[in-house]
DNA sequence: TCTGGGGTCCTAGGACCC
DNA sequence: TCTGGGGTCCTAGGACCC
């Protein structure tokens, strides 16, 4: 293993749904493809090449491309062409951390007296998912997890880019300041009213100017990327911390009740996803949005973990009618719910905070705790202090 | 460029605790 | 008693990503 040398993967299917679509049904093929219904959730390099884009109104799009054809979304066929994608890249390398369901990070630095060198790797990768799942996937390599990121990017469509320590600066540093992985149109207005408009320029500052530009966090990431300095490593299986759902309701006016009722339905799809899932949550956050397309949040932190629709709906139920005095007359056109600060379901451990003065509390949560698993899976005790200080253990006895 | 749905991480203030 | 230093959790909003 050289961590000096470029062995890290960037794997990105090009244009996933598109893609997909035009593999599925020949007559696509070499035809400007979107996918979606009024709106336009991918679309295929031919329809890229008119100027279209994610998210356009499918209308607009139109305009710029008449040709363009609309292909109705089949998610459960994408699930399918994506688990096949990983079972690809697990078979590749053990280090896999999948980023979405269409790109994933690959680290094959240990691999090189049995696979061979990561550029043979990453050929044989294309190829294989070419062969086996029919579709086009772009990958960098490089020596850290943002320049493979930025070279897979850099290599689109159907591409392979290396970028060899050697080349670092000359890849990089010509680049926009918006190229780099975690700066948006914010943040690169700000550089650009500073006069700052290549990763090179960023480059030049130190950190000290950036950090006073951009604050702490923002600062020091522009600082450390654009230096080629980025030593996040590959983890492997990482899990969501939050589960939530969504819905626009349009901008028709909307009484209290249809808020609610758009509630109900969204509460009732995460509670459902949460328990197929077999996660609970303790965090609820209710999320709004205007006409003005203004936001806002409010959240609630309930005592125990749950995935109960009617718990998590009467959580939300509160958040939603402590906030209708503020928003009244501000047009809502979305709802969304999620909840977070998930666990295991069933959990390895349950927290029961209680004082020293009332550890009858305690008693009664031991009880209810053995009757929903059985008092066999209630193993262990251990006594935390309020700020989580470890105080002391003690075996549970079943009885 | 007038915009969907699903997420992550950071910031900053307040409540609360010892 | 009105006073320090260290810390956690919660909430709300901002920015970003695919």
Known sequence: VDPSRASILHADLDSFYASVEQRDDPSLRGRPVSVGGGLVLACSYEAKACGVYTPMAFR???????????????????????????????????LVE??????????VSGLRRIAGTPTEI?????????????????????????????????????????????DEDRFLLPLPVHKLWGVGPKTTAKLNQRGIFTVGDAARLGEDSLV??????AGHKVHALSGHRDPRRIEVGRRRGSIGSQSAIGWRP?????????????????????????????TVTLRLRF?????????HTMAAHTSHT??????????????????????????????????????????????????????????????????????RAVLLRHDGGFSGSVPMLPD
Request: glycine share 4%; hydrophobic share 40%; aromatic share 4%.
């Open 122 to 166: 990453a050929v044989r990768l294309r190829q294989r998912v070419r062969d086996e799942v029919g579709l086009p996937i772009s990958v960098g390599v490089a020596r850290t997890k943002h320049l493979a990121k930025v070279a897979s990017a850099a290599s689109k469509p159907d591409g392979l880019l290396v970028v060899e320590p050697e």
């Open 60 to 94: 607009k799009a139109k305009q710029l491309c008449p040709d363009l054809v609309d292909v109705p979304a089949r998610f459960d066929v994408y699930m399918e062409a994506s688990k096949a994608v990983f079972a690809i890249f697990h078979d590749t390398t053990p």
């Open 254 to 282: 909307k009484t209290d009740d249809d808020i609610d009722r758009t509630l109900v339905a969204i509460v009732d799809r995460v509670a459902r996803r949460m328990r197929k899932a077999k996660r609970l949550g303790r």
């Open 291 to 299: 006409e003005d397309w203004d936001r806002i949040t409010r959240a």
């Open 212 to 217: 006073a530009m951009l604050g702490l966090a």
């Open 310 to 379: 009617e718990t998590i709906l009467d959580v939300a139920r509160n958040l939603l009618r402590s906030t209708l005095p503020d928003i009244a007359d501000r047009g809502c056109t979305l709802v969304g719910i999620s909840v977070g600060h998930l666990c295991d379901d069933p959990p390895s451990q349950l927290v029961l905070p209680f004082t020293r003065h009332d550890t009858e509390a305690l008693d009664d949560a031991l009880d209810d705790l053995k009757e929903r698993f059985g008092s066999k899976a209630v193993t």
């Open 98 to 107: 999948g980023i979405s369901v269409d790109e994933a990070f690959l680290d």
